[in-house]
């Protein structure tokens, strides 16, 4: 068992060569000390300032000039002493400098940082609250520039501000119904007069756009996920590869071509998009073909927007029917779903108006479908601002919802009596309370940290 007082070191800076490395060490002042003076004897560090230094190894041999910061617990990253060694990023040089603060370190218990534990003893120090500590991971993990800037704000604490303000709403008017407990003659008066029945609605409904705006927060940090499904043969793979402008998947005219899930990521107007050919849906006898044809199904229930392809030189046949009998009922309440009529090239008919006619082969309507996509991912970017957001969060957001909705769908005071609203209040603010750490389970913080990166 690692503990939380241990004096950390790690490389900080990526893996593999560069300009600088950086290995950050963390621990209590007079930890920091210890290490400081062996490793720079005769040198007292001033707090924040950039000293050149020569790193030598323990016969005193130089190995490196490095620029060495010392900063003051609790205004550090960590919220306890740090000291940081900026030298040349080499692989092997690092692992050396690593190896002489590990060893300069060895007396006083110095080990090798767990991954995300510089972000945990933030978040322990209250240096920031979980949702922000997350926000660092996502930061770092951002794959768009839209992500970017959401996690941005989620680390300024845009999502934990919205989260305190619901939760000092849900805490106010706790303290009022359990102040009317004491009272039972007059407590019908006391719910009326407190507008107990009208403030549970106003606080359902900021918490439910709330959970919108989480919604749109976790599409930024994982991207929207397009499921390309249809009958075998209808362009699947073709658009796929048109799509991502590379032949990424095989396309051929033998129907069950492609078994398994196919996927590649572009980038739509700074969001990322998660494209996933699938293969074609039909009955089979096949075993493989059947199991990739369940893969297909899978997807389309994991799916934000489902790409319903058809060939528009044979619609309305036997095929297209059963694929669409199969694939309807998977979907997801809620998901977009697109009809896309391919081959236009080969069709004498234009595509009916509630579908996209394109061809796969000649390209055109392919802008079209792009802009599409587009807009539904448009969608998602909300005026006041987005923050990122996990499925944590978002179950989280829902177990409070479903407590306020005891409330609200029941009028507190009739039928709910004021016990059990003070404890569904209770328990939703509990929930709210998980996404920025207040009421976080430790296993659970243990799960969220060791998914960063080592050094962060
Ligand atoms: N004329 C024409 N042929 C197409 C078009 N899209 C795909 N095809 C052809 O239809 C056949 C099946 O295509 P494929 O992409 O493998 O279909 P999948 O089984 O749905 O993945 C191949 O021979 C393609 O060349 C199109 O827009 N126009
Ligand atoms: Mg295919």
């Not at 768009?144 to 989620?154: I, L």
């Not at 009022?176 to 039972?184: G, K, L, M, S, V």
């Not at 073709?238 to 572009?266: K, Q, Y």
């Not at 108006?353 to 061809?359: L, N, T």
């Amino acid at each position: 068992m690692v503990s939380d007082k241990d004096p950390i070191v790690a490389r900080s800076s990526a893996p593999g060569r560069g300009g600088i490395g950086v290995v950050r060490i963390s621990g209590t002042k007079e930890q920091v000390n210890i290490i400081s003076q062996i490793l720079f004897p005769q040198k007292e560090l001033k707090p924040r300032y950039a000293h050149l230094l020569s790193f030598k190894d323990s016969d005193g041999h130089l190995i490196d000039r490095a620029i060495v910061i010392r900063y003051f617990g609790p205004a550090s990253y960590t919220g306890e002493d740090v000291l940081e060694i900026q030298a040349h990023g080499g692989p092997a040089l690092q692992q050396v400098i690593l190896e002489r603060c590990l060893q300069a370190g060895r007396e006083i218990g110095l080990r090798t940082a767990e991954p995300g534990e510089f972000t945990k003893r933030a978040f322990l120090n209250n240096r920031m609250d979980l949702a922000q500590a997350e926000a660092v991971a996502d930061l770092i993990e951002a794959n768009s520039s839209a992500a970017v800037r959401a996690a941005a704000r989620s680390l300024q604490g845009e999502f934990s501000k919205r989260i305190h303000e619901i939760n000092a709403d849900l805490l106010e008017l706790r303290a009022y119904i359990e102040a009317t407990i004491d009272f039972p003659e007059e407590e019908i008066d006391f719910i009326e007069s407190g507008h107990v029945n009208e403030r549970v609605t106003t606080i359902s409904q900021k918490l439910m756009q709330l959970q919108n705006a989480a919604m749109r927060g976790k599409v930024l940090r994982e991207g929207l996920t397009v499921v390309l499904a249809g009958a075998p043969n209808v362009g699947k793979s073709s658009l796929m590869n048109a799509l991502a402008c590379d032949d990424v998947a095989i396309v051929t005219d033998i129907a069950g071509t492609t078994r398994d899930r196919i996927t590649h990521t572009i980038h739509l107007d700074g969001l990322a998009v998660n494209l996933i050919d699938t293969a074609g849906v039909r009955h089979t006898d096949n075993e493989v073909e059947r199991i990739g044809i369940e893969r297909t199904l899978q997807s389309v229930e994991n799916a934000d927007i489902v790409l319903l392809l058809r060939s528009a030189d044979q619609t309305e046949s036997r095929e297209e029917e059963e694929a669409l009998s199969l694939i309807l009922p998977r979907l997801r309440e809620g998901v977009e779903f697109l009809n896309v009529f391919n081959k236009i090239d080969l069709a004498t008919e234009k595509a009916p108006k509630d579908a996209i006619g394109i061809s796969a082969k000649t390209g055109e309507g392919v802008e079209n479908l792009v802009s599409r996509l587009k807009t539904i991912a448009g969608e998602s970017e909300s005026e006041e601002g987005d923050f990122l957001a996990r499925a944590r969060h978002l179950d989280c957001l829902a177990r409070a919802c479903e407590h306020l909705h005891v409330l609200a769908d029941n009028a507190v005071g009739r039928t709910v009596g004021l016990d059990i609203a003070a404890e569904e209040l209770r328990l939703a603010g509990n929930a709210l309370g998980e996404i920025v750490g207040e009421t976080t389970p430790d296993n659970l913080l243990g799960m969220i940290f060791s998914k960063f990166c080592i050094g962060k």
